[in-house]
């Protein structure tokens, strides 16, 4: 495949299943795709998507995975995606995202995946993390997020992989990590 996503896609009202990983796909990801009320597994990485996320991505309730990494992404991360109370994954990684971490991240009780490595993000790591109590991987590697690593993060026990490395983190790591 080549060229840009077609907001035509928007009208696909039964799809479950999009994959569309390493695809040479380009331009900007349409708003349409919020009209995919039934998508469940969204995967766009690999490709040389621009723009932003648009926030009609909060429209799909039922979304488990949201894999946008390795693009051209621009933009904050919307405080919308933090409605996706269903998502599993939330791979944002390789773009250059700028902002912070959204403070609602917390509403994501079910995500066991955060990749927001590699973009250009600011702020500090949101106290909330810690109440993500199904996460078993953090990637925050390569941005410029600063603070400290907050105590909370001792109450993640399912954390298997925890990326932190060249940012601007500073202060002792948390005792019972």
């Not at 973009?119 to 078993?136: A, C, D, H, R, Y």
């Amino acid at each position: 495949f080549s060229g840009e996503i077609p907001s035509e896609i928007g009208n696909l009202a039964n799809l479950e299943h999009l994959h569309l990983r390493n695809a040479s796909l380009e331009g900007n990801l349409p708003t349409s795709i919020g009209n995919l009320q039934n998508l469940q597994y969204l995967n766009l990485m690999y490709n040389n998507i621009t723009g932003e996320i648009p926030a009609s991505i909060a429209n799909i309730e039922y979304l488990y995975y949201l894999l946008l990494g390795s693009n051209q992404m621009t933009g904050t991360i919307p405080d919308e995606i933090t409605n996706l109370l269903f998502l599993k994954e939330l791979g944002l990684w390789g773009n250059s995202f700028t902002g912070t971490i959204p403070i609602n991240i917390s509403n994501l009780v079910n995500l066991e995946y955060l990749y927001l490595g590699n973009n250009e993000l600011t702020g500090t790591i949101p106290n909330q993390i810690g109440e993500l109590s199904l996460l078993k991987a953090l990637g925050l590697e390569n941005n410029n997020i600063e603070g400290n690593i907050p105590n909370s993060i001792v109450n993640l026990t399912n954390l298997e992989i925890l990326w932190l490395n060249n940012n601007l983190i500073v202060g002792e790591i948390p005792q019972n990590i």
